[in-house]
């Protein structure tokens, strides 16, 4: 398996402009969260969907933030518009309860480095 | 006022010596605790994990210990390598019936020294 697939993984973008990031779970995984970490806050769950339904996205951090799963294969975090201060990484994790349900592992991709100027 | 980041705690071990890497939760409602490995430019990988109704358990070369009464959980490494060096995160999952939420320590830098 590829593991979670994320892209892009390094992007720089100016102040007021939109922002999308890309995750392909794990094959077979029913759950997908997206975290931030930064050096000020650590890592921080944003969102996470359970079979394509969100179902806690408390840890968005405002409006210009939105997360879609259209299928169980692709997700979307979206920043319009984007600003200096959302620069972070951003990491998709996918885990799956009917292989995994003993153990809560957690698969993350390798992270999208957002730099707005 | 001006903004400060985190100040990672860091660990420096000698390789070949053994690593303790303590974290506290916040939890008591926590029933489910993991320890992760963070190398530089990855993503968070699994180490281990251990049931709130658990106080010890082994993996290959790691034992994760379990304190519920001061809520301290421990991650012990055995016979450091220089690629043990990474931040190690702890992190506790709460479940609500309807939902899970898995949430992050701040994280431990072990530096391995030869």
């Known amino acids: 398996d590829a593991g979670v697939i994320q892209s892009p993984r390094h992007e720089v973008t100016e102040m007021g402009q939109e922002v999308t990031l890309r995750c392909k779970p794990i094959?077979?995984?029913?759950?997908l969260f997206w975290y931030r970490q930064t050096m000020m806050r650590g890592l921080e769950l944003l969102i996470y969907f359970n079979n394509n339904v969100p179902i806690d996205d408390s840890g968005m951090p405002e409006d210009r933030f939105s997360a879609k799963m259209p299928n169980a294969s692709f997700s979307t975090l979206k920043i319009q518009p984007s600003e200096p201060r959302d620069s972070a990484v951003y990491f998709c994790a996918s885990w799956g309860t009917g292989v995994l349900s003993n153990t809560g592992e957690l698969f993350f991709g390798e992270g999208s480095r957002l730099t707005v100027l | 006022g001006e903004s400060v980041g985190l100040h990672l705690p860091t660990l420096s071990v000698q390789e070949g010596d053994n690593s303790i890497i303590n974290c506290a939760y916040s939890n008591s409602a926590s029933d489910y605790f993991i320890w992760y490995k963070q190398e530089s430019g990855k993503g968070p990988q699994f180490i281990i994990d251990?049931?709130?109704?658990?106080d010890k358990r082994q993996g290959q070369r790691v034992t994760v210990l379990l304190n519920k009464t001061v809520k301290h959980l421990s991650l012990q490494i055995a016979a450091t390598q220089p690629g043990d060096s990474a931040v190690y995160f702890c992190?506790?999952?709460?479940?609500?019936?309807?939902?899970?939420?898995?949430?992050f320590g701040t994280g431990t830098r072990l530096q391995v020294t030869l």
């Open positions: 251990i049931r709130s109704n658990m």
């Open positions: 992190a506790e999952n709460i479940d609500t019936g309807t939902a899970s939420k898995l949430t």
């Open positions: 094959s077979g995984h029913d759950y």
